[in-house]
């Protein structure tokens, strides 16, 4: 079945400190990975997206991911997270075989103290 | 501003009742989606729609029932087949088909009373 995985719930970090966020997916063909994320009291938005080419992508206040296809990751990355980044973010995957539905991750839900 | 407008923000049920909840955008986007939301479990997919008068089951449809007669309106109705109803419902749109969704609304908090 197609799943997304990601490692961690929790994460709590002080300010200026790096972030990594795991995210494993179990897709076949051809996939689309994304990161949302979604801060207190806001909609979800779209962090950053991967759809071909360089597999490293750069998003939005900082953000990079890295498609690394032979270990089905996409990992989330920030050399030094600011208190404003506390919020939940979610890994999605969508493929070609799912029909081009986008399955999303459990969530990780970050906390930065300032 | 164009936007998902969601609504009711919170419903209560009755078990053993149906209820409606409502979805609509204003953004001329093909494509509309219904997620729950759990504790833990993230987003999942209820049902989506590509384009007016055709939707499809996503991965949690039972017990859900959805209509797209327009563009701009999604509606998800939660009928008493659903037997774990108590949930954060998210509505979203993305342009076209096969995108994935580019906005979302404010959600519906659904309760059983």
């Known amino acids: 079945a197609q799943s997304v995985s990601q490692h961690n719930h929790h994460v709590i970090l002080s300010e200026a400190a790096s972030l990594e966020l795991g995210c494993n997916y179990s897709?076949?063909?051809?996939?689309?990975l994304f990161w949302y994320v979604q801060y207190p009291g806001q909609h979800l938005q779209l962090l950053l997206k991967?759809?071909?080419?360089?597999?490293l992508v750069k998003g939005i206040k900082g953000f990079e991911a890295e498609f690394i296809k032979s270990k089905f990751s996409f990992n989330l990355r920030k050399p030094s997270v600011q208190w404003s980044d506390t919020a939940e973010y979610f890994c999605?995957?969508?493929?070609?075989?799912?029909?081009?539905?986008?399955?999303f991750g459990a969530g990780t839900r970050l906390f930065v103290k300032a | 501003d164009g936007g998902i407008t969601q609504s009711p923000k919170y419903l209560f049920r009755k078990e053993g009742q149906n209820v409606t909840l409502s979805c609509e955008q204003n953004?001329?986007?093909?494509?509309m989606y219904w997620y729950r939301q759990d504790p833990g479990q993230g987003l999942r997919l209820i049902y989506y729609?590509?384009?007016?008068?055709?939707?499809q089951k996503g991965d949690i449809a039972e017990g859900y029932s959805v209509s797209r007669e327009k563009k701009e309106s999604f509606p998800l109705t939660v009928t008493s087949a659903q037997k774990n109803p108590t949930a954060f419902y998210l509505c979203?749109?993305?342009?076209?088909?096969?995108?994935?969704?580019?906005?979302f609304g404010d959600g519906t908090r659904l309760s059983i009373l």
């Open positions: 729609s590509q384009i007016v008068n055709d939707f």
């Open positions: 979203a749109s993305s342009i076209g088909q096969g995108n994935q969704p580019q906005h």
């Open positions: 999605a995957v969508s493929s070609n075989t799912g029909g081009f539905k986008t399955i």
């Open positions: 897709y076949g063909g051809t996939v689309n």
């Open positions: 953004l001329n986007h093909d494509a």
């Open positions: 991967y759809f071909s080419g360089d597999p």
